[in-house]
């Protein structure tokens, strides 16, 4: 392995492999990308019945714009305007790179890639490869990258980004099979590491998934806007979306006691209603503190069973109560939704079968057959809104070191479905540009000494467990302002005496160490955000604040949460950029580039 780099990339899923790839083709090719696991992550495991890319419209008639994409992003509240308008100007670019690169987004016999509305978006903006589009995005980029022969630094945790107090130095990196130390020395860093994975119990990021915002919060970057996620029912013995078509078909809501006695919980609660209920979960996946009297009071619900200490699951098997009157018991809206997708008969496993038998395929691939068992749910954590603050070319305020992707805070309170996937493209391109443009002056190789760990035994999974849990009962989207203050304490002291607390088994253990110290450093950062917004906000977007109901009468969003460490404060985003358009002005502009670059 080399010790020195000019750039090194942490994650492989579409953002840090994207990352790489455009600093090559800019020129940049000293570089490394660095991954505690190859195969591993959210962009590579995850997806969900339709999985959505979001991107400027290119089909069709209705007219569309950048400004227009840009105002949606900047309208979800908490966003800065630089972002906002970044991502809907790079969004044609990115996307047909990706076309280039072979992902197979469906197009008509003329070029037009055709589209559909997702939440939050006024348009027709959506598009999709079918449940694997980040997986396709993602091996279409490695593949790139391996052409190149860029290199790939596999099985390392960076558990220390290295610097100097104004820039990055290096990182400290230890083997996830020996535990073995390494520093590397490099002028730029891109964390492209994906969402804070690890902090709750309740999730459904895949398994493989972990997580290292820690690492900027260690390295003394502020955060934004952490208080903001995305919860929503998915199955948890594999940890899945259960988001379109699984609720369309119109699923039983099965509640289990410890006695085994099921009850049809939803019925109770709500009756007839709840039908139609169930079917607006496909669109209205997110839990959502506006709809707590429509399609999110089934989130409640689930949940309240769940703190009783009963099991919930959804059964594909038989028919929900209130249906065994026909289907003109349904809402207009589900039953001439099921009428056009020919699906007005049989039992929910029958309807799902008709209309999208792939759901059905996922599920058996993963030894679970929808046809004779039921599925077990939650309401759970599957998007950070929030993450690492950046600038407009993805900068953290350390100099050299950038963030793209989930980890990155650019997605604000609401966000249009799809749009992270465009904005791991249009982030890790924009960090690749602005890496491209600096001046090199390489410094000498970092000193670094891994924290002494304790032998005996290992206490890393009982820790982890129960911060996880508690995070899952009192911080998720029904949160409990007096809970978490209890919580933030009792995770400061874990920060402040991690090293005194955690115990190993054996040294191969550490790895796994750093990845608990990266979930306290980043529980305390999300609780502080939270408490901070509790108090400033009250609900909001997924935020269930001590059972409050959002004042409607609320402005639109203009501030967003900075957290450095475990302190938080409400700060104003910056507005919609109003930058130069007029034409002779760039092109005289650009050819000043041109001559600089090429003297």
Same mark, same amino acid.
């Given at each position: 392995?080399?010790?020195t780099?000019?750039t090194?990339?942490?994650?492989t899923?579409?953002?840090g &492999?994207?990352a790489?790839?455009?600093l &090559?083709?800019l020129?940049v ?9 190859r195969?591993?992550?959210?962009s590579?495991?995850?997806g969900?019945d339709?999985q959505t890319?979001y991107?400027l419209?290119?089909?069709?008639s209705?007219?569309?714009?950048v400004?227009?994409?840009?105002d949606?992003?900047?309208a979800g509240?908490?966003?800065m ?9 790079y ?5 047909l ?9 469906p197009?008509?016999?003329y ?5 559909y ?7 027709t903006r959506a ?6 589009t980040?997986?396709?995005?993602t091996e ?12 790939i630094i ?8 290295l610097?100097?107090g104004?820039?990055?130095?290096g990182?400290?990196?230890?083997s996830?099979?020996?535990g073995e ?12 590491t994906g ?12 398994e ?6 820690g690492?900027a919060?260690?390295?003394?970057v502020?955060?934004?806007?952490m208080e903001?996620w995305?919860?929503?029912l998915a199955?948890?013995?594999f940890?899945?979306n259960l988001?379109g078509t ?5 699923p039983r809501?099965?509640s289990v ?9 939803l019925y109770d609660?709500l ?12 669109y209205q996946?997110p839990f ?12 409640l ?5 769940i703190k009783?200490?009963?099991?919930v ?21 589900a039953?001439d ?5 020919k699906?007005l &008969? ?16 996922l599920?058996?691939?993963h ?15 599957q998007?950070?809104?929030?993450g690492?603050?950046v ?8 100099c050299g070191?950038?963030c ?6 650019t997605?604000g309170?609401?966000?249009p ?5 465009n ?5 890790s ?6 890496i491209?443009?600096k001046a090199?002056k390489q410094?000498?190789?970092?000193a670094y ?7 005996g035994?290992s206490?890393i999974?009982?820790?982890?467990d129960r911060f996880?849990t508690?995070m ?8 409990d302002?007096?809970g978490m ?6 995770v400061t002291a ?12 054996h ?7 750093f990845?608990?110290y990266?979930?306290a450093l980043?529980q305390?950062a999300?609780l ?9 906000l009250?609900?909001h ?16 969003r203009d501030?967003?949460?900075v957290t ?7 700060k104003?985003v910056?507005?919609m950029?109003?930058?130069?358009l007029w ?6 502009r650009?050819?000043?580039e ?6």
């Amino acid at each position: 392995m080399k010790t020195t780099y000019h750039t090194l990339i942490i994650g492989t899923g579409c953002a840090g &492999f994207n990352a790489a790839d455009k600093l &090559f083709d800019l020129g940049v090719t000293d570089i490394a990308i660095v991954t505690e696991g190859r195969f591993m992550g959210t962009s590579r495991n995850t997806g969900s019945d339709k999985q959505t890319y979001y991107k400027l419209s290119l089909c069709g008639s209705d007219g569309d714009s950048v400004r227009e994409m840009a105002d949606t992003l900047y309208a979800g509240g908490g966003v800065m305007g630089e972002h906002a308008l970044c991502e809907a100007a790079y969004s044609a670019r990115c996307f047909l790179r990706l076309v280039e690169l072979g992902v197979p987004f469906p197009t008509n016999e003329y070029g037009e890639y055709a589209g559909y509305k997702t939440d939050h978006d006024p348009r027709t903006r959506a598009t999709s490869c079918g449940p694997l589009t980040s997986k396709y995005m993602t091996e279409a980029l490695e593949a790139s990258c391996l052409r190149k022969g860029i290199e790939i630094i596999d099985l390392q945790r960076v558990v220390k980004l290295l610097h100097d107090g104004e820039a990055i130095t290096g990182v400290a990196c230890v083997s996830t099979v020996t535990g073995e130390c390494t520093v590397i020395s490099c002028q730029n860093v891109i964390l492209c590491t994906g969402g804070p994975a690890g902090i709750y119990r309740n999730t459904v990021y895949p398994e493989s998934q972990h997580g290292a915002t820690g690492l900027a919060i260690d390295a003394g970057v502020s955060l934004s806007n952490m208080e903001e996620w995305q919860y929503g029912l998915a199955s948890t013995k594999f940890r899945w979306n259960l988001s379109g078509t699984y609720q369309q078909v119109l699923p039983r809501y099965i509640s289990v006691d410890a006695d085994g006695n099921e009850r049809e919980f939803l019925y109770d609660a709500l009756g007839d209603a709840s039908l139609g209920l169930i079917f607006l979960k496909g669109y209205q996946w997110p839990f959502d503190t506006r709809k707590v009297e429509g399609s999110s009071k089934v989130d409640l619900l689930v949940a309240a069973e769940i703190k009783k200490g009963n099991r919930v699951y959804l059964d594909y098997t038989s028919n929900p109560r209130g249906l065994e009157r026909g289907f003109s018991v349904l809402p207009a809206e589900a039953y001439d939704y099921l009428d056009r997708s020919k699906a007005l &008969f049989g039992t929910p496993i029958e309807r799902l079968a008709k209309m999208n038998m792939g759901a059905i395929e996922l599920y058996a691939d993963h030894g679970i057959d929808l046809r004779t068992e039921k599925l077990e749910i939650a309401v759970c954590a599957q998007h950070c809104n929030g993450g690492v603050t950046v600038d407009g070319g993805w900068q953290t305020e350390l100099c050299g070191l950038y963030c793209a992707g989930e980890a990155a805070g650019t997605f604000g309170v609401y966000r249009p479905g799809g749009s992270a996937l465009n904005s791991t493209q249009v982030g890790s391109l924009r960090a690749a540009e602005h890496i491209a443009r600096k001046a090199s002056k390489q410094g000498e190789m970092p000193a670094y000494t891994l924290p002494a760990i304790r032998r005996g035994v290992s206490n890393i999974a009982d820790l982890r467990d129960r911060f996880q849990t508690e995070m899952s009962r009192v911080a998720d989207f029904d949160r409990d302002t007096e809970g978490m203050t209890a919580l933030l304490f009792e995770v400061t002291a874990l920060c402040e005496r991690f090293f005194d607390t955690v115990e190993i088994a054996h040294e191969s253990e550490t790895a796994e160490a750093f990845r608990l110290y990266d979930m306290a450093l980043t529980q305390r950062a999300v609780l502080s955000a939270m408490l901070c917004s509790a108090e400033a906000l009250g609900s909001h977007g997924s935020a269930f604040v001590d059972k409050r109901p959002p004042d409607p009468a609320a402005p639109p969003r203009d501030t967003r949460t900075v957290t450095v460490g475990g302190v938080s404060d409400m700060k104003p985003v910056s507005p919609m950029p109003d930058p130069e358009l007029w034409f002779e002005t760039l092109l005289a502009r650009k050819k000043r580039e041109m001559e600089h670059k090429n003297p």
